[in-house]
């Protein structure tokens, strides 16, 4: 039985009621929990209850514009995801945003195939997988890794046993590439284990 997808939350702020619509309409669509907010003061209180993956801000607000709203997010939660957007970009307030850890600065209005990138790119590094395909990698990785380190072994060393390079190594442990079966084989041989032991719960 494959594992249940966790659903992945997300907090669209924006003055633009429209703008509001037409993104929750589009991320739903594409299997998404939304929640918008109008009003960037309400942002901090509502990242306090609920336990979203990814804020998707903008840059020109009344009240409060987007970096004021980001620092604000960054002391209540320094490892959610966010993603600033413009329709005014400018060097200034890009390097705010990345000094801010935002994840990425779009400029408006963007390209839809772009905006999901955009996400797919901040799903993966967050490891927050999407499809039971990329489920499967990331159980595959993480088991690798664990059983790796239960063996006290260094990516270099497996390298050596498995004649893999580190970086495809590292990769795979990542969930960032997939291994193919002639690698799961010499990776399995070198962790004394079965191809089958590496699925773990999956």
Same mark, same amino acid.
């Given at each position: 039985?494959?594992?249940?997808?966790?659903?992945?939350?997300?907090?669209?702020?924006?003055?633009?009621?429209?703008?509001?619509?037409?993104?929750?309409?589009?991320?739903?669509?594409?299997?998404?929990?939304?929640?918008?907010?109008?009003?960037?003061?309400?942002?901090?209180?509502?990242?306090?209850?609920?336990?979203?993956?990814?804020?998707?801000? @903008? =840059?020109?607000?009344?009240? &409060?514009?987007?970096?004021?709203? +980001?620092?604000?997010?960054?002391?209540?939660?320094?490892?959610? #995801?966010?993603?600033?957007?413009?329709?005014?970009?400018?060097?200034?307030?890009?390097?705010?945003?990345?000094?801010?850890?935002?994840?990425?600065?779009?400029?408006?209005?963007?390209?839809?195939?772009?905006?999901?990138?955009?996400?797919?790119?901040?799903?993966?590094?967050?490891?927050?997988?999407?499809?039971?395909?990329?489920?499967?990698?990331r159980a595959i990785?993480?088991?690798?890794?664990?059983?790796?380190?239960?063996? @006290? =072994?260094?990516?270099?060393? &497996?390298?050596?046993?498995?004649? +893999?390079?580190?970086?495809?190594?590292?990769?795979?442990?990542? #969930?960032?590439?997939?291994?193919?079966?002639?690698?799961?084989?010499k990776i399995a041989?070198?962790?004394?284990?079965r191809i089958r032991?590496?699925?773990?719960?999956?």
């Open positions: 039985m494959q594992p249940e997808l966790p659903p992945v939350k997300i907090l669209i702020v924006d003055d633009d009621k429209a703008i509001l619509e037409y993104m929750q309409t589009l991320l739903e669509k594409d299997g998404f929990t939304v929640k918008t907010l109008l009003d960037p003061l309400l942002a901090e209180e509502e990242l306090k209850v609920g336990g979203y993956h990814l804020v998707i801000l @903008d =840059l020109m607000m009344p009240k &409060m514009d987007g970096i004021e709203t +980001l620092k604000k997010i960054r002391r209540i939660d320094s490892d959610v #995801a966010v993603v600033i957007y413009t329709g005014y970009p400018n060097v200034e307030s890009a390097i705010a945003a990345m000094k801010l850890e935002a994840v990425d600065y779009l400029k408006k209005p963007f390209n839809v195939d772009e905006f999901r990138e955009v996400l797919d790119r901040v799903m993966r590094k967050k490891g927050l997988a999407r499809t039971p395909e990329e489920q499967l990698h990785g993480d088991t690798i890794r664990q059983m790796r380190k239960e063996k @006290d =072994l260094t990516l270099k060393q &497996m390298a050596r046993r498995t004649g +893999l390079s580190v970086s495809l190594l590292s990769q795979i442990e990542r #969930a960032e590439s997939s291994a193919s079966i002639s690698s799961l084989y041989i070198a962790l004394e284990a032991d590496l699925f773990g719960e999956f």
